[in-house]
Nanobody
Framework: QVQLVESGGGLVQAGGSLRLSCAVS????????MAWYRQAPGKQRELVAY???????NYADSVKGRFTISRDNAKNTVYLQMNSLKSEDTAVYYC??????WGQGTQVTVSS
């Protein structure tokens, strides 16, 4: 089983930025896909972005142009750079590996 540890969440004002990190316990070069999800209070967990080993990247419409997913295979880490944050981005953000393994989540709170 793959272990994932997210970090980088916190409280930020609207318009601000945060970078989330997901440290993975083994090589991510073959994990397909690596993804970020989020779950806001009272809502279902939703896909935010994913990255494949083939280089494909996709984003939810709500974050396109503001969020960037990247993977550093040398560090076994996946990042989510979040810019121009909005109050509706407030959620617990989860890292997912290969559609199977989940991290414990990191809270992102955007104040308006």
């Amino acid at each position: 089983q793959v272990q994932l540890v997210e970090s980088g969440g916190g409280l930020v004002q609207a318009g601000g930025s945060l970078r989330l990190s997901c440290a993975v316990s083994r090589s991510i070069s073959s994990i397909n896909p690596m993804a970020w999800y989020r779950q806001a209070p009272g809502k279902q967990r939703e896909l935010v972005a994913y990255s494949t080993t083939g280089g494909s990247i996709n984003y939810a419409d709500s974050v396109k142009g503001r969020f960037t997913i990247s993977r550093d295979n040398a560090k076994n880490t996946v990042y989510l750079q979040m810019n121009s944050l909005k109050s509706e981005d407030t959620a617990v953000y989860y890292c997912n590996a290969g559609l199977k393994d989940w991290g414990q989540g990191t809270q992102v709170t955007v104040s308006s």
